[in-house]
């Protein structure tokens, strides 16, 4: 975890006082370090190594550095967007070049197409370390998905709820009292056939989901309390490779969700 954090602010969103107060942040003292482009069109990193360098300090303690965003930044090279081989061969080694040289991480944000992949060339993907992709539910913008990927670690999806200051918290529809609309259609299913065995692929086909089945099986596990809720009652099949559920549904009572 790191407790320092150094934002390269060249997007023109100010993270100003005010905009703290809004989103009810509190940093720690003396952990946070902003630089603005101040209405610049173009930003050079050399212009302000210097300050990633005084930042870094001696080097000890891993620093994380934010760059918002990679856009209009001047690294001293030349480079398209779309190119693989400019991204992936010019690029990706300047900035780890400043990461070894410091002792530093960086996280530079970068935008997502229409189908939520990577704007630009594929070797933004195939050449970083780590990536975070933040897209917002089609039905309900205000229901995002955290997606991660690692090298080192195994990758993970996070539902988030947009609060009213346009912070998130993790998404619990237990706590929300609001039911996916995936799992809100398999309930539907679930009711009509009564008991039935299935796999996520056959499920999402069956009940036309609108997900992928490896969504919706980890959709089901983070939520078997509210099925059990509801009247759906799931036991796995943990000697097929299919990965089987047999459920079964019984009619919900008054006491049931006392």
């Known amino acids: 975890m790191y ?19 809004t ?14 482009r101040n209405g610049k069109p173009n930003i050079s990193i ?15 303690t891993p620093k994380l550095v934010i760059m918002d965003m990679l856009k209009d930044i001047d690294l001293g090279i030349s480079y398209d967007i779309n190119d ?6 010019k690029l990706m080694p300047k900035l780890r070049e400043l990461c070894e040289k410091y002792n ?11 189908r939520n992949e990577t704007l630009g060339s594929t070797a933004f993907d195939a050449c970083i370390d780590g990536k975070v992709t933040l897209f917002e539910n089609k039905y309900n913008h205000n229901h995002l998905t955290m997606k991660v990927i690692n090298r080192d670690f195994a990758g993970f999806d996070v539902e988030l709820k947009r609060n009213q200051n346009q912070s998130f918290k993790i998404s619990n529809p237990i706590e929300d009292d609001e039911i996916d609309e995936n799992l809100m259609f398999f309930i539907k299913y679930a009711s009509q056939k009564k008991e039935f ?3 996520c692929t056959e ?7 609108k997900t992928t089945a490896l969504r919706f099986g980890r959709l089901l596990n983070a939520n078997m309390e509210l099925l059990n ?18 459920c079964i549904y019984e009619e919900p009572t008054i006491e049931d969700d006392e």
């Open 3 to 21: 407790d320092l954090y150094f934002l390269l602010n060249f997007s023109n969103i100010y993270f100003t006082s005010s905009r703290y107060e």
């Open 23 to 36: 989103l009810e942040l509190k940093p720690k003292k003396d952990s946070l370090y902003v630089i603005d």
């Open 46 to 60: 050399f212009d302000h190594e210097w300050e990633i360098a005084d930042f870094a300090g001696d080097k000890t």
């Open 84 to 89: 693989f081989q400019d991204i992936a061969q």
């Open 104 to 114: 530093i991480s960086i996280l530079f944000t970068h935008h997502l197409n229409k």
């Open 197 to 199: 065995d299935f796999t």
């Open 203 to 209: 499920i999402i086909n069956d009940a036309k989901l």
């Open 229 to 246: 809720k509801e009247g759906v009652y799931l036991t796995k099949d943990r000697k097929s490779d299919k990965r089987n559920y047999h």
